[in-house]
T-cell receptor, first 112, second 112 residues
């Protein structure tokens, strides 16, 4: 079964600093996508970044970038120049044709 | 385009009752998925519908059911409610061929 593991229940970062959230996954499928979602206190799930498994190049969206290591089944999220508005729960997610699985989440606190 | 909408946003029910939640996908999206989010179990996949047919199903008891209408709107039904069914129920829609999902704001169900 596909599983997604986020080993950091909580992380903290100083405003303007950089933080990396970890995610590993387990799968035997070859065609899949990986996502990072942000869930602020409003509970609205917001897509932060996506990575297609067939692409070797790491995805980047403004201050957000990923380090995708397919062989190691690792998919970490780097947030640069952290802002107060980045404070939220972050979920790593795996999506194939049949399944979508989420990690347990990492609560990110941003200190002013 | 309008986003995914869910109604109602909040609901309080009593054990043993049944409940129906509604989800309207983004215009043009034909796939609708449902998720349950609880503090203990995290985000869990319930089922996915496409063209009025259930395509994928998570590991939930038969008390949880759903359907999709010809306009792609979807409903989720939970019968014989239990205290453990208290959760945030999220709906997400996607375009076929696209792995990316867009989430609604959720329905907060409280069972007393």
């Amino acid at each position: 079964a596909q599983t997604v593991t986020q080993s950091q229940p909580e992380m903290s970062v100083q405003e303007a600093e950089t933080v990396t959230l970890s995610c590993t996954y387990d799968t035997s499928e070859s065609d899949y996508y990986l996502f990072w979602y942000k869930q602020p206190p409003s509970r609205q799930m917001i897509l932060v970044i996506r990575q297609e498994a067939y692409k070797q190049q790491n995805a980047t969206e403004n201050r957000f970038s990923v380090n995708f290591q397919k062989a190691a089944k690792s998919f970490s999220l780097k947030i640069s120049d952290s802002q107060l508005g980045d404070a939220a729960m972050y979920f790593c997610a795996y999506r194939s044709l049949r399944y979508m699985r989420f990690g347990a989440g990492t609560r990110l606190t941003v200190k002013p | 385009k309008a986003g995914v909408t869910q109604t109602p946003r909040y609901l309080i029910k009593t054990r043993g009752q049944q409940v129906t939640l509604s989800c309207s996908p983004i215009s043009g999206h034909r796939s609708v998925s449902w998720y349950q989010q609880t503090p203990g179990q995290g985000l869990q996949f319930l089922f996915e519908y496409f063209s009025e047919t259930q395509r994928n199903k998570g590991n939930f008891p038969g008390r949880f059911s759903g359907r999709q209408f010809s306009n792609s709107r979807s409903e989720m039904n939970v019968s014989t409610l239990e205290l453990g069914d208290s959760a945030l129920y999220l709906c997400a829609s996607r375009d076929l061929g696209d792995y990316e999902q867009y989430f609604g704001p959720g329905t907060r169900l409280t069972v007393t």
